[in-house]
């Protein structure tokens, strides 16, 4: 199959970009590389620099009948951006998305699979979440992405594109060669291990007081091996499934206590902590049904041990140092 990839230079654009390559399809990676990275693209794929919002730089890229399949992970990401200025997300990820979508159709690429969110579902009534749950994001970031999966179910009825809305927990790791480079970082594994590489004094925990055993936020971290290796198969499975929406999560959370208690043991080092107020808008919990990806992709995580998952960052991270002193 021959798969466009926007946002392929980014940290889990570039990891399935190797997954897709490792199953046999052919792939051009999209990304206009104002955050994602060069080198992350893997050899064996294309890269074209240019704007997947712009439908002037993708409709000479696309081309009648060139690709079978896109993914698309090209977007504006941090949440808490998104409160400060909610109009570029919905620029950017759900216009943006939309002129895209244009395009595929006007060009007849038949398959879209969409890098979503569990943000789309904000305050959890229960968990673990399942896709039924009712949908009402607390930020602009997840509204932007719960707009572009209405957007799909309509292009699915009118059009009939295949499409697959695959929505993340927290997405952790790294394979060689592809760690977490955000900038400014604000995921809790990369924030731990910059202070365990000495790139900062401490870390903050944001409330220790929420009902969980040990008082502090649990959250489900999935690989990113394993993000990669759903889309994958969503993007193999579209022709039978016509359409799907599924969680990406283990099924299991762990708290930030215990993030940081993994990182000293790969680590070494004693990683100080201060404690803080919690933030407004973080859930106690927030950990993943995963029943409706193992039913309808055949999927379950392969890494699903926290100091693995912890190790893998780690090494990715050392390595990059390494070859950046």
Not at 36 to 50: I, M, Q, Y
Not at 116 to 144: C, F, K, M, Q, W
Not at 218 to 237: C, G, M
Not at 270 to 283: K, L, N, Q
């Amino acid at each position: 199959m021959r798969v466009l990839v926007t946002g392929g230079a980014g940290f889990i654009g570039a990891t399935t970009t190797a997954a897709l390559l490792g199953a046999g399809h052919e792939v051009t990676v999209l990304d206009d590389l104002s955050t994602g990275h060069r080198d992350a693209v893997p050899a064996g794929a294309e890269l074209v620099v240019a704007d997947a919002t712009d439908p002037t730089a993708v409709g000479p890229v696309v081309g009648d009948g060139r690709f079978d399949a896109c993914i698309h992970f090209a977007a504006l990401i941090e949440a808490g951006e998104s409160m400060r200025h909610p109009e570029r997300f919905f620029t950017v990820n759900t216009a943006g998305t939309a002129r895209l979508l244009e395009v595929l159709i006007d060009h007849a690429v038949p398959r879209f699979v969409l890098s979503s969110t569990a943000a789309v579902y904000g305050e959890p009534e229960r968990t673990p979440i399942d896709e039924d749950h009712p949908l009402a994001p607390t930020n602009a970031y997840g509204e932007s992405k719960l707009l572009i999966e209405r957007m799909l179910a309509w292009h699915h009825r009118i059009h009939g594109l295949r499409t697959a809305a695959l929505r993340y927990f927290n997405a952790a790791g790294a394979t060689p060669g592809r760690g977490e480079r955000h900038d400014p970082e604000t995921h809790l594994i990369p924030l731990v291990l910059q202070v365990a590489a000495g790139e900062r004094d401490q870390v903050s925990i944001f409330g220790s007081d929420y009902p969980t055993p040990d008082g502090t936020a649990i959250r489900d971290y999935v690989h990113v091996a394993d993000l990669a290796d759903a889309h994958v198969r969503a993007v193999e499975r579209l022709d039978q499934l016509g359409t799907c929406t599924v969680n990406l999560g283990s099924g299991t959370g762990f708290s930030v206590r215990e993030v940081i208690d993994a990182a000293r043991r790969v680590t070494g080092h004693a990683i100080p902590v201060i404690e803080a107020d919690r933030r407004a808008g973080d859930p106690a919990r927030l950990v993943a049904s995963a029943t409706r990806a193992r039913e309808l992709l055949g999927w379950e995580p392969a890494i699903t041990d926290l100091d693995r998952i912890v190790a893998d960052a780690w090494n990715a991270t050392v390595d990059h140092a390494g070859a950046h002193p």
